[in-house]
């Protein structure tokens, strides 16, 4: 319906303007699977690789109803992310961190195209993040990502998170000056909102 489109499209609006100064607004389109007008593009593959077949579809979303807290820290972490990416060299930083933690993980990314999994990093930190400002896009994203990281995709194992978390808050620590232990209090806060979610799909 025309209300249903509306209410979309100032979600959209919402989105990227929350985000603006961590991505150009082409970037963000890309990333919202929309055109600069926000209207969806047909045949939507999503941002995140399926695992095999085709598209994910996305699945019905749970909305999260962020506490007072969870908002603090959202608007914290969403800050230095964008000081993050304002350094080139902050995901490959974080990749060389990972894949340093145990040969295994080494191992997975051997043959890895890592300019697109950087790109992809990127995208799912966005949304990792955003999700826990109680955002709907978000949520079906990571649903999404839920869906290819499961079992039935990449069968990324469940203990993994916590090491993947533990080496990004490594990576940004090195980047933010001043990252201290409320900050990375707030980034675990906000991180495990997502990783929750994605883990709920194993």
Same mark, same amino acid.
């Given at each position: &319906?025309? !209300?249903?489109?509306?209410?979309?499209?100032?979600?959209?609006?919402?989105?990227?303007?929350? $985000?603006?100064?961590?991505?150009?607004?082409?970037?963000?389109?890309?990333?919202?699977?929309?055109?600069?007008?926000?209207?969806? @593009?047909?045949? =939507?593959?999503?941002? %995140?690789? +399926?695992? !095999? &077949?085709?598209?994910?579809? /996305?699945?019905?979303?749970? *909305?999260?109803?962020?506490?007072?807290?969870?908002? *603090?820290?959202?608007? #914290?972490?969403? @800050?230095?992310?964008?000081?993050?990416?304002? $350094?080139?060299?902050? #995901?490959?930083? %974080?990749?060389?961190? %990972?894949?340093?933690? &145990?040969?295994?993980?080494?191992? /997975?990314?051997? =043959?890895?195209?890592?300019?697109?999994?950087? *790109?992809?990093?990127? +995208?799912?930190?966005? %949304?990792?993040?955003?999700?826990?400002?109680?955002?709907?896009?978000?949520?079906?994203?990571?649903?999404?990502?839920?869906?290819?990281? +499961? @079992? &039935? !995709?990449?069968?990324?194992?469940?203990?993994?998170?916590?090491?993947?978390?533990?080496? #990004?808050?490594?990576?940004?620590?090195?980047?933010?000056?001043?990252?201290?232990?409320?900050?990375?209090?707030?980034?675990? @806060?906000? #991180?495990?909102? !997502?990783?929750?979610?994605?883990?709920? +799909?194993?």
């Amino acid at each position: &319906s025309d !209300g249903l489109l509306r209410e979309r499209v100032a979600m959209r609006h919402q989105f990227i303007e929350a $985000h603006r100064q961590i991505w150009p607004t082409r970037m963000l389109c890309r990333v919202l699977d929309c055109d600069l007008s926000l209207n969806v @593009r047909p045949k =939507n593959q999503g941002v %995140f690789p +399926s695992s !095999g &077949s085709g598209s994910v579809q /996305a699945t019905q979303s749970k *909305e999260l109803k962020p506490s007072a807290a969870d908002l *603090e820290a959202y608007e #914290l972490v969403k @800050r230095q992310f964008g000081i993050c990416c304002s $350094h080139s060299e902050f #995901l490959g930083d %974080f990749y060389r961190d %990972f894949t340093g933690t &145990s040969p295994d993980i080494q191992k /997975a990314f051997a =043959n890895t195209d890592m300019q697109a999994q950087k *790109e992809a990093l990127k +995208s799912g930190l966005t %949304f990792l993040i955003m999700y826990a400002s109680g955002n709907t896009f978000a949520a079906n994203k990571l649903d999404r990502l839920g869906q290819t990281h +499961s @079992r &039935s !995709g990449y069968n990324i194992r469940l203990q993994l998170y916590s090491i993947w978390i533990d080496s #990004l808050l490594r990576t940004v620590k090195k980047h933010v000056n001043g990252f201290d232990q409320v900050a990375e209090q707030a980034w675990r @806060r906000v #991180l495990q909102l !997502g990783v929750t979610r994605i883990q709920s +799909s194993y």
